[in-house]
């Protein structure tokens, strides 16, 4: 058996799968992001610890046998999140997550001091990263940066809590903008720049290698070998390509989550110098990814839904299907919930419904939703393809994967086919697993054998939807600022 957990922003997950990927297990425990001030997202790390505690302790008290049969554990976990440890290991003050966009004024500086930083790390220094991030508590928060004897990323505090080890992978690590991305190498000139030491940063492995042994007071606690090696594991875009099976040049996958990411697997190292876009190591060796992201994807359905007051989104998907909407006059929404990423690169970018007319109601407005995350796919597929990324086979995982009815809806947007893998849902949860298995000397598996399903774009929908995109096009220029 193989144990992976995906330290995420609205919950954390954990699963056990048997060799051949089968779901054994798997329990969830819910997080919340706190939001001071405009354009902030903050969460405390205790809660991430707190939360796998409480899903690890469910799998022990339904699954002790597949507990005890558990060979390797693999973490995968939110990206981009800055957590400031003092020397007792404790967190300084709340991390900030990979949607806080307080940081524009740094971006700009870094860019000026750094003029070759996209060559080196793979991306133009962008709020959200933690590179920028690191600057403004520096600028902000001198005793804090003072007081921090380690700077990890979310799943790698989770790590330290599990094995006492500071420790990050390669994937993870490379989206920092802390690191010479071709090297694998912390830089300290970035370091430097942003105001800290490098002997703050965690020791790096490759993201399929040991990272880490598991406590024996905690194996005690939850049924698990002493000594459980724990995978280096990678970054959520990164774990939920190797669950999706993208792991060769050319492969893709659409993560639909709380944010939607669109990755490409790269055997070439090509930096991204705008659009919104970056480039990372992925958790296979050899590989690289390139990354558009669509900041509130999932998130976008959900606050439509609780300002609605609805509870269940598979109701409200079925009801928007039912009603069938699609040829008639719709409204168009800019998904811009939390500023966007790709293309626009602007965390001040603010949302907007447009083409709004009597008689519209709940179900108009959910089916625009739908539409504009599946258009603002498409501005990623549109700046990856244009930035020369090898796009070939593309699966469909996370969350929303679950709905064939979006599916279709991405699949028309994009006017590409989409692989939707057997445990498309399970997303980077699986992918963090399998990683566990390379541990210990098992294989990864291709798009091809991982994929039950496919979506084919339809025909019928292109006209009508590229009329509502032109829409959508043009407001970004009219509302977003």
Known sequence: MFLGIDIGTSSVKGIIVDERDREIASATAPLRVDRPQPLWSEQDP?????????VLDELAARAPRHMEAVVAMGLSGQMLGVTLLDAADAPIRPALLWNDGRAGAECAELAALL?????????????GFPAPKILWLARHEPK???????????KDYVRLCLSGEAITDLADGSATLLMETRAGSWSDAITQACGIAPALLPAIVESGAIGGTL???LAARWKLRAGLPIAGGGGDNMCGAVGAGVIAHGDACISLGTSGVYLVANDRFVPAHGAGMHTHRHAVPGLF????????AAAALSWLMEILGLESA????????SA??????LPVFTPYLSGERTPHDDPTASAAFSNLRIGMGPLHLGRAVLEGVA?????CQDALVAAGAPIDRIALIGGGARSRFWAQIIADAIDRPLAIPAQAALGPALGAARLARKTVGGALMPVASAAEDAVVPDPAARAPLARRREIYRSHYARFAK
Request: hydrophobic share 45%; aromatic share 8%.
């Open 215 to 217: 406590k024996r007071d």
């Open 144 to 154: 804090a940066i003072a007081r921090a004897r380690k700077l990890l990323l979310p």
């Open 46 to 54: 205790r809660a991430w610890w707190s939360a796998t505690g409480a």
């Open 375 to 379: 258009f603002a796919l498409a501005d």
């Open 289 to 296: 990814a390139q990354h558009g992201c669509v900041l509130s």
């Open 115 to 127: 003029p070759n930083f996209s060559d080196r790390v793979g991306c133009r220094p962008m709020p």
């Open 314 to 321: 598979e109701r409200f998907l079925a009801d928007i299907e």
């Open 324 to 329: 069938d909407l699609a040829d008639t006059d």
